[in-house]
């Protein structure tokens, strides 16, 4: 009986890790991400500057819907300098800014700029109208992102609605 309880107290039948084993775990789990971290850095930069190319979508959508609704010109605003872009409509002759969430200044993020671009023959104007009738200027707006990303928010012809033209598409032969 003696032999049994001896052999018995050698053995270890424990299934837990001894704390090498996590200690170990931990500095592998620690190299990883500090190996990915700048990586990850990049990626949400560049999803900073698809958002804000997804919010100027929505606006040229709820622009174009308001003109409808409301049977009045409205604008999305751009101005390049500041990096910002906001929503008016035509009041007695006059764009005025609009009393709700969509006609507050929106800011694009930190490093970002963004830019007009119109029909070479036309005129270059910061803005983007749309009338009562359901049609807009043609006009195409680049968002340059911190990381070298262009983000296109663009529209094929004045009666078609406006879509994001992402890196990748814009650089398809």
């Given at each position: 009986m003696a032999a049994a309880t001896t052999s018995t107290i050698g053995r270890r039948n424990s299934g837990a890790f001894t704390l090498m084993e996590l200690v170990l775990v931990l500095v592998v789990v620690?190299?990883?991400l500090a190996m990915a971290a700048p990586s990850l850095r990049g990626f949400f930069a560049s999803r900073q500057t698809a958002d804000a190319a997804t919010t100027m979508l929505s606006l040229t959508k709820w622009a174009r819907s308001q003109a409808l609704a409301?049977?009045?010109?409205?604008r999305l605003n751009i101005d390049s300098e500041s990096g910002t872009c906001w929503?008016?409509?035509?009041?007695?002759?006059?764009?005025?800014d609009l009393n709700?969430?969509?006609?507050?200044?929106?800011?694009?993020?930190?490093?970002?700029?963004?830019?007009?671009?119109?029909?070479?023959?036309?005129?270059d104007v910061p803005y983007?109208?749309?009338?009562?009738?359901g049609r807009s200027d043609a006009i195409t707006i680049e968002i340059h992102g911190r990381q070298g990303e262009v983000f296109?928010?663009?529209?094929?012809?004045?009666?078609?609605?406006?879509?994001?033209?992402?890196?990748?598409?814009?650089?398809?032969?």
């Open positions: 620690s190299v990883v409301q049977g009045c010109p409205c929503l008016t409509v035509q009041q007695a002759g006059a764009f005025v709700c969430e969509m006609g507050r200044r929106f800011r694009l993020p930190e490093g970002a700029s963004v830019s007009v671009r119109t029909d070479p023959a036309g005129p983007v109208q749309f009338y009562p009738n296109l928010v663009s529209t094929p012809s004045a009666v078609e609605p406006y879509r994001i033209v992402s890196p990748s598409e814009a650089q398809r032969p």
